[in-house]
C-alpha cells in the first residue's frame, strides 16, 4: 500500500468520525490542535485504522501520536 493510499484511507475515517471538520486536512494537520479530535475521537480513530488496515498500535499510547503524518508514519511501518 502507498503512502497516498494511506493517507486517503485516514482521511475516510477522519470524516467519519468529524464530517466536514476534516475537510482540507493535511500529514501536518495536528489531530488534536488542528483538527479537534476529543480523546474520545481519538480512540475511535486508533480502533477505526486497526480495522481498516488490518494492524494493531502496540507500544505506543494514543497521545503520542499528533499529527495525521505520524499516524501515516505508524501504519507504513506496521504494513512492513
Same mark, same amino acid.
Request: net charge negative; proline share 0%.
Given at each position: 500500500?502507498?503512502?497516498?493510499?494511506?493517507?486517503?484511507?485516514?482521511?475516510?475515517?477522519?470524516?467519519?468520525? #468529524?464530517?466536514?471538520?476534516?475537510?482540507?486536512?493535511?500529514?501536518?494537520?495536528?489531530?488534536?490542535?488542528?483538527?479537534?479530535?476529543?480523546?474520545?475521537?481519538?480512540?475511535? #480513530?486508533?480502533?477505526?485504522?486497526?480495522?481498516?488496515?488490518?494492524?494493531?498500535?502496540?507500544?505506543?499510547?494514543?497521545?503520542?501520536?499528533?499529527?495525521?503524518?505520524?499516524?501515516?508514519?505508524?501504519?507504513?511501518?506496521?504494513?512492513?
Amino acid at each position: 500500500m502507498t503512502r497516498e493510499e494511506i493517507v486517503t484511507k485516514l482521511g475516510e475515517i477522519l470524516e467519519d468520525t #468529524l464530517g466536514e471538520k476534516a475537510a482540507g486536512f493535511s500529514e501536518d494537520s495536528g489531530l488534536m490542535d488542528g483538527l479537534g479530535l476529543t480523546s474520545v475521537d481519538m480512540l475511535y #480513530l486508533i480502533i477505526a485504522t486497526e480495522e481498516s488496515f488490518g494492524i494493531r498500535f502496540r507500544n505506543i499510547g494514543i497521545m503520542d501520536l499528533r499529527t495525521v503524518g505520524e499516524v501515516a508514519d505508524y501504519i507504513e511501518e506496521a504494513l512492513r
